[in-house]
């Protein structure tokens, strides 16, 4: 199974700030990447696909960018309705597999 | 719209079975798949399996095989997963998602709510 290395687990940052997480796949899954956000008690939402791609709807402060084994995710000015956890997932090979993810707050 | 809407809160005795249903509405049921993902309290998502809407084909998590069943019933655009033999690292939330229809390889979206699954004596 490919494993996703998340990092960091969680960050605290203030309105405004630009906010980056990475995320290292065990081997090259190319640009088969998609990025999550989950809110509390609530389902993950599908961000980013194909590792930079934004889905319909999605505002555009967040961004991702990479390939082969390493990927970053940003959001370019935190707002405080982003407060979530933040997972990638990779579907290079089967099984799917996620990042731990990252839990953003506001300092 | 596209949405996914899932059975209610089930609370089981290690060693039983259940069945979560997931009911799909404003697509073409048969031209995407639907995968299941799991999440424990406080933990992260993990994938369970996979199945083609189209062809029934499945594809299952090697860590679920031989304990997961994935059904669709394409007459009611339902999706079933029924998880066997459970145990109390099963207590989990029970989410599926909308995929391809060929392959199990892809993003999710969108998501049901979640079926909370508790499995407690």
């Known amino acids: 199974d490919i494993q996703m290395t998340q990092s960091p687990s969680s960050l605290s940052a203030s309105v405004g700030d630009r906010v980056t997480i990475t995320c290292q796949a065990s081997?090259?899954?190319?640009?088969?990447l998609n990025w999550y956000q989950q809110k509390p008690g609530k389902a993950p939402k599908l961000l980013i696909l194909?590792?930079?791609n934004l889905q319909t709807g999605v505002p555009s402060r967040f961004t991702g960018s990479g390939s082969g084994t390493d990927f970053t995710f940003t959001i370019s000015s935190l707002q405080p309705e982003d407060i979530a956890t933040y997972y990638c997932?990779?579907?290079?090979?089967?099984?799917?597999?996620f990042g731990g993810g990252t839990k953003v707050e506001i300092k | 719209q596209v949405q996914l809407v899932q059975s209610g809160a089930e609370v089981k005795m290690p060693g039983a079975s259940v069945k979560v249903s997931c009911k799909a509405s404003?697509?073409?049921?048969?031209?995407?798949?639907i995968s299941w993902v799991r999440q424990a309290p406080g933990q992260g998502l993990e994938w369970m399996g996979w199945?083609?809407?189209?062809?029934?084909?499945?594809n299952y998590a090697q860590k679920f095989q031989g304990r997961v069943t994935m059904t669709t019933d394409t007459s009611t655009s339902m999706a079933y997963m029924e998880l066997r033999s459970l145990r109390s690292d099963d207590t989990a939330v029970y989410y599926c998602?909308?995929?391809?229809?060929?392959?199990?390889?892809?993003?999710?979206?969108?998501w049901g709510q979640g079926t909370l699954v508790t499995v407690s004596s």
């Open positions: 997932q990779q579907y290079g090979n089967l099984p799917l597999t």
């Open positions: 194909d590792a930079s």
């Open positions: 998602a909308k995929g391809r229809v060929l392959t199990a390889a892809t993003w999710l979206d969108p």
């Open positions: 404003g697509y073409t049921f048969t031209s995407y798949g």
């Open positions: 081997q090259d899954i190319k640009n088969f």
């Open positions: 199945i083609s809407t189209y062809t029934g084909n499945t």
